[in-house]
């Protein structure tokens, strides 16, 4: 055990002055009697010092592992602040392509109907410039549905991470 070294330290300097107090010829029986009634207070005291230290020892980890708890439980809730903040902003993403999307659509619609006039270079021009946002916002959804999966599964992580932590102290406290 961690303690038994300061609990040997502290009856060897508690017992050395007894022991050096007293006087080289035979002790009379009233005194060991007396010296005997002192060492059984002083076992009794340091059986004390030694529960208490064990009590404290156990309380300072379970304090321990509480905040180890509280660590994992705000990993999990910035997480999921991340997640969803990514999540929203993949819907954005999208929203702004079917957007963009709906805008070029009905741009060719009105060219093909003939109410809106454009030379053929500036109708290209424009269509190649929607295509080319649209591309990149396609490129962005798919960064972002790769983070969000990354995200997802490293909420799982800290989530079962945070369950192991409450067993664990569940485990300690019922054995104390």
Known sequence: MRYRAPIVLALTLLLAPAARAQPPEVARPAEESALAGELARLNATLIDIRALLEQITETQGLDLLMKRMELSSAQVMETEKRLRSAESERSSVEDQRASMEASLQ??????????????????????????TRIERLDARMERLDDEIAMLGNLLSAKRRELEDWREHIDRRLGGV
């Open 106 to 131: 009905s741009y060719l619609a009105r060219v093909e109907s003939g109410s809106t006039k454009a030379p053929t270079e500036q109708l290209e021009a424009f269509t190649d410039q929607y295509e």
